[in-house]
Structure formats: C-alpha cells, structure tokens
C-alpha cells in the first residue's frame, strides 16, 4: 500500500498568494520565518529562516458543514511547488507525535479513528485506517495545537 501525502491544492495557494481571503473572510498576515516551526501545507517543507510567510485560516474542506475544521496555518508567501512525493514530508518529521483522523467519503469524521501517533508510527497507523472501508482520507493534524498539516490518501 502507497501512501499519498496531499498538500494544500495549487489553487487554493495561488488564490491566497494573489490577495484571496482565508476561510474566515480575512486577509492573510504575511510574517518573516524564524527558521522554527513555520510548516508551509503547499511544499509541506519548512519556510527558511528570513523568508515571507503567510499566517491565515484553512478549511480543508469543500463545503461548510459540522465537520469541516477551520485553523490557523502557514504557507509561503513566494510561489513554492507543491508536495508531490510518497515519502514522509519534512514538515512531518519535526515533532515526536501527530493526531491522525480517518474521514468518510462524506467528509465526516469516522469515529473511533482519531488518536496521537508517534511519527515513526504514522505511515503504519495511516494505512490501518485506510484500509477500512469506511475510511476514505486521513488528516494529519498537530498532536498539540490540532492545526491541520495535510491529508494521506492511498495511491
């Protein structure tokens, strides 16, 4: 089983490069990047220290209902490619857990599948989940902050 790791869609980082507005209606904040925990969700690699960033609010989903999840995230205020490999990403290997969530064709939550996952666990625990009928994606969201990061489908 390959694991696919989504990033935020092309068109959805061009919209808010070009002065688009987050799910909350606002303009995104542009900051300067520390080098420290600033996960981009288009490349899915950190934003460099000295580099702009944008600070703005995300739903990752394509309709508004109960549970579409909306919060804050980053991405590069520059144009970046998208993350295109099967391999962990790099904004995933710098921290030591991650809340794992399987979804439904529906977009609804299935229950019982949300839990912390330590990152050495996470491909396993992804394709657990993904082999159940009921799952259809898995988000991966901060274990401490539960700000989403991206979504693993099956390729």
């Known amino acids: 089983m390959a694991l696919h790791y989504i990033p935020m869609p092309d068109d959805d980082a061009k919209r808010l490069r070009g002065g688009g507005l987050d799910a909350y209606g606002n303009q995104p ?6 080098g420290a925990g600033v996960p981009c969700r288009h490349c899915l690699r950190n934003v460099d220290s000295g580099k702009s960033y944008l600070v703005l609010a995300y739903r990752p989903f394509a309709s508004v209902q109960a549970y579409a ?3 804050p995230i980053f ?5 970046c490619p998208a993350y295109d490999e099967y391999a ?3 904004i995933l290997t710098s921290s030591k857990e991650y809340l794992l969530r399987g979804y439904g064709n529906d977009d609804r939550i299935v229950y019982g599948t949300g839990g912390v996952v330590a990152v050495e666990r ?3 625990r992804a394709e657990e989940l993904l082999a ?4 259809a994606y ?3 969201r901060s274990a401490k902050y539960n700000c989403y990061q ?3 489908e099956i390729a």
């Open 29 to 34: 904040e542009q900051r300067i990047s520390d």
């Open 138 to 140: 898995v988000h991966v």
């Open 69 to 71: 999840e909306t919060g």
């Open 122 to 124: 996470l491909p396993e």
């Open 150 to 152: 991206c979504r693993i």
């Open 88 to 90: 962990l990403p790099p």
């Open 132 to 135: 159940r009928t009921d799952v």
């Open 75 to 79: 991405l590069h205020a520059d144009e």
